[in-house]
């Protein structure tokens, strides 16, 4: 027989009855050994879950019983199985794994940039970071590793970070995967966060990859969905046997959780000016001379007039297989140059050779969210459904009435996209000249 678990009871965190406060003058500030107590305008304690030791000091010098200890439901689940009134429920294993998560909290979101410029996906998972924190009921923190980046805290606060861990230093003016890693890595193991959320970039695939087979944590890569499910642990959704099913995936053992998640799949969040939080400078230095990578040019693509971003763009006209040649694209262009939109397509149109790779929409291509998206000839398959199907309006033009488009489809044209195409674009001609 083995030995049994040994746990450490939780401790809980203060957390404050609403109401009861007589604001006796912050006896409970005074009373906290580690200066987790504020006091609100008027007068109130506001108690710092993440820097609270559960010491109950602040609970007894309380006059009023104002405060309370607080547990989360692992702490919970611990506490009933050390008293013997859960013990069915709760196996060695499974006290084991709260004891190996219970340090980590918090959840972080990775601020990529290029020279000072963030990418668009940061804010969007700042975005996401702020619904997951507030479900764990912890903070976002924002990690910024750059060489003057210093500004992209106060932006970061703007989109909802609470907290920006800040490493402004040369060594780290160019992306290299090594002075990234060390940094990350020693951030975890300082901090233990439950959550590390990355842009499914090139850079954000590179770093998280690295750093979860460093810290020995699961990473979930191009995700498309982000939730908490009743233990805490991070629900990511993502397409997966070729798109053919959304799978959603759950790291319960180890922490911190990872997940890259794809450009464009979040909404961009309302952006708060003059929102504050709370920088937190590090020091971590690495050597130059220990890194084994030089950035000796950096080469800005220029591709020319034919490259556009389908994934920023606000109107698209995509076309499929329903097309038949390359040539018959025309008629989406002349659409496209009426509404001002750009012209993506499908896999099948891009392994065509009717479009360049770049234009492609769906899961092995871009993930868009135009406002308007015209489907033309496309039929709807699960792969390209995931790269479009959040657009604000979708309007399907397809000859087979049951098309999978038309199940996402806001509008939906039966017909020949010979005919109605030309005939949409005349209307908008005859629509703009009556202006």
Not at 230 to 247: C, S
Not at 346 to 364: I, K, N
């Amino acid at each position: 027989m083995s030995d049994p678990v040994k746990v450490k009871k939780p401790r809980g965190r203060a957390s404050v009855i609403a109401g009861k406060c007589v604001a006796c003058g912050a006896r409970c500030q005074s009373a906290c050994p580690v200066d987790c107590v504020e006091m609100s305008d008027a007068g109130e304690p506001v108690v710092l879950a993440e820097k609270c030791i559960g010491c109950l000091k602040c609970v007894k010098a309380c006059p009023a019983g104002a405060l309370e200890m607080s547990f989360t439901a692992e702490e919970q689940r611990i506490l009933a199985a050390l008293a013997g009134e859960a013990a069915p429920e709760v196996d060695e294993d499974e006290l084991e794994r709260l004891r190996k998560i219970a340090p980590y909290r918090g959840v972080w979101v990775f601020i990529e940039q290029n020279e000072g410029e963030p990418a668009r996906v940061s804010w969007e998972l700042t975005g996401a970071g702020r619904d997951l924190a507030d479900s764990l009921g912890v903070e976002l923190s924002a990690v910024i590793i750059g060489s003057g980046v210093g500004h992209l805290a106060e932006e970061a606060f703007s989109y909802g970070a609470d907290n920006a861990y800040l490493l402004d230093q040369p060594v780290f003016g160019q992306y290299r995967t090594q002075p990234y890693l060390e940094t990350m890595c020693y951030l975890i193991e300082k901090y233990k966060p439950e959550v590390v959320l990355m842009g499914a970039t090139g850079m954000g695939r590179d770093l998280a990859g690295a750093v979860a087979t460093r810290v020995k944590t699961g990473l979930t890569a191009d995700c498309t969905g982000l939730g908490i499910d009743d233990k805490r642990n991070l629900m990511q959704t993502r397409p997966a046997f070729g798109g053919n099913i959304m799978a959603t995936i759950m790291c319960d053992r180890f922490r911190p959780q990872m997940a890259t998640v794809r450009p464009h799949v979040i909404p961009l969040p309302e952006r708060r000016t003059g929102a504050t939080g709370k920088v937190i400078p590090e020091n971590f230095s690495i050597a130059e001379s220990s890194i084994f990578t030089r950035v000796l040019q950096v080469i800005t693509d220029k591709s020319g007039k034919d490259r556009v971003d389908v994934a920023g763009a606000e109107f698209i006209v995509s076309g499929g297989r329903g097309l038949m040649a390359k040539e018959n694209f025309v008629i989406l262009e002349e659409l496209a140059e009426e509404l001002g939109a750009v012209v993506g397509g499908s896999r099948s149109a891009v392994d065509a050779g009717w479009l360049p790779p770049d234009r492609q929409v769906g899961q092995t291509g871009k993930t868009v969210r135009p406002k308007i998206y015209i489907a033309c000839g496309i039929s709807g398959a699960i792969q390209h459904l995931v790269g479009m199907q959040d657009s604000d309006v979708v309007i399907a033009i397809n000859r087979d009435p049951e098309a999978p488009i038309f199940e996402v489809a806001t509008f939906g044209i039966v017909g020949d996209l010979f005919d109605v195409v030309p005939a949409l674009t005349g209307r908008i001609r005859e629509l703009k000249q009556a202006r």
